[in-house]
């Protein structure tokens, strides 16, 4: 059974700009997450789709937004880039809302110069 | 404000012997504990869970304890060994709120 994917990998932009991550799910798992990984602060938590629906949110601001397709694939929108946006992006997909057992994709690492 | 805290961002560890990662939580509302281990360039995988009405659970190598009365976890690896070498998140969540709050993780090194 194929892992979760993201993409891009590696993405470099500059502030002001946005950018699209995209994220599949493992087949079968309706439920995408997803974290902003930094040093010294951890993972966050971002929202949570379910169903094409944004379930759960973390704290951050509205810049940051996302959506679910009816194929579980999930994207994640950034607009008006900050230098303070660079993280690792880290999508999970589980089988249910929530997932006990959450399975995280590799990460898009998104530099802003 | 960290709800979820890993105080030392880092281990080492001689191999064979006991490694110990510490967690401390803050919201007495959280009733799920979740270990994971990141090694780099790779997502964090699922490494062990314990629910609040338990104080302990095993898998293997890897045990993980809940002292529900000083709001801390710990996760025991024992032996470790090199292959173990990664950073270790503990993630919490309460009922209803469906979504995992993580520490900011320790990184364990296992000398060979």
């Known amino acids: 059974k194929a892992g979760v994917t993201q993409t891009p990998r590696y993405l470099i932009k500059t502030r002001g700009q946005q950018v699209t991550l995209s994220c599949s799910p493992i087949?079968?798992?309706?439920?995408v997450s997803w974290y902003q990984q930094t040093p010294g602060q951890g993972l966050q938590f971002l929202f949570e789709?379910?169903?094409?629906?944004?379930?759960n949110k973390g704290n951050f601001p509205g810049r940051f937004s996302g959506r679910q397709f009816s194929n579980s694939r999930s994207e994640m929108n950034v607009s008006t880039l900050e230098l303070g946006d660079s993280a690792l992006y880290l999508c999970?997909?589980?089988?249910?809302?929530?997932?006990?057992?959450?399975?995280f994709g590799p990460g898009t690492r998104l530099t802003v110069l | 404000d960290q709800q979820v805290k890993q105080n030392s961002p880092s281990l080492s560890v001689q191999e064979g012997r006991i490694s110990i990662l510490n967690c401390d939580y803050t919201?007495?509302?959280?009733?799920?504990f979740l270990w994971y281990k990141k090694y780099p360039a790779e997502g964090p995988t699922f490494l062990i869970s314990?629910?609040?009405?338990?104080d302990k659970n095993e898998d293997g190598r890897f045990t993980v304890f809940l002292n529900k009365s000083a709001k801390h976890l710990s996760l025991h690896i024992v032996p470790s060994q090199p292959g173990d070498s990664a950073v270790y998140f503990c993630?919490?969540?309460?009922?209803?709120?469906?979504?995992?709050?993580f520490g900011t993780g320790t990184r364990l090194k296992v000398l060979a």
């Open positions: 999970a997909s589980s089988l249910a809302l929530a997932g006990n057992e959450q399975f």
């Open positions: 087949s079968g798992h309706r439920s």
């Open positions: 789709y379910f169903s094409e629906t944004q379930r």
């Open positions: 919201n007495s509302m959280f009733d799920y």
């Open positions: 314990i629910s609040s009405i338990k």
């Open positions: 993630a919490a969540s309460s009922p209803g709120t469906y979504k995992y709050i």
